[in-house]
């Protein structure tokens, strides 16, 4: 019962915020794709794409941070999962 409500509840999650074309969540914002790869909440086939978009603004702001005290704690998750501690690192 509760795995079938977690596909489910992942499944609308994916369709109200995931835009298929830029392939990235809500507004692009750092926080908003942290979270939904950190949380589990991005289809597996999606998850480079969506990595690569959080990596790519990092990196677009000179390695800044635009997370908030709210998100900070999501990026470097998400990036530490990724194998993306390189990016961690050009941060800080």
């Known amino acids: 019962v509760f795995e079938k ?3 489910d509840v992942k499944a ?3 369709k109200a915020f995931f835009d298929p074309v830029k392939m990235q969540y809500d ?3 750092q926080t908003a ?3 939904a790869l950190y949380m589990g909440l991005v289809e597996e ?3 480079k794409a969506v990595v690569d978009a959080l990596v790519r603004d990092i ?3 000179n ?3 635009t997370a908030g005290d709210i998100g900070y704690r999501y990026v470097l998750k998400a990036l530490e999962q990724a ?3 390189d990016i961690i690192f050009d941060m800080n």
Do not use: I, V
Request: glycine share 8%.
């Open 83 to 85: 194998g993306r501690s």
């Open 45 to 47: 086939k999606n998850k």
């Open 12 to 14: 609308s999650f994916n």
């Open 33 to 35: 794709n942290a979270m």
């Open 63 to 65: 390695n800044a941070l």
């Open 59 to 61: 990196q677009g702001r």
């Open 5 to 7: 409500m977690a596909r």
């Open 27 to 29: 507004s692009a914002s």
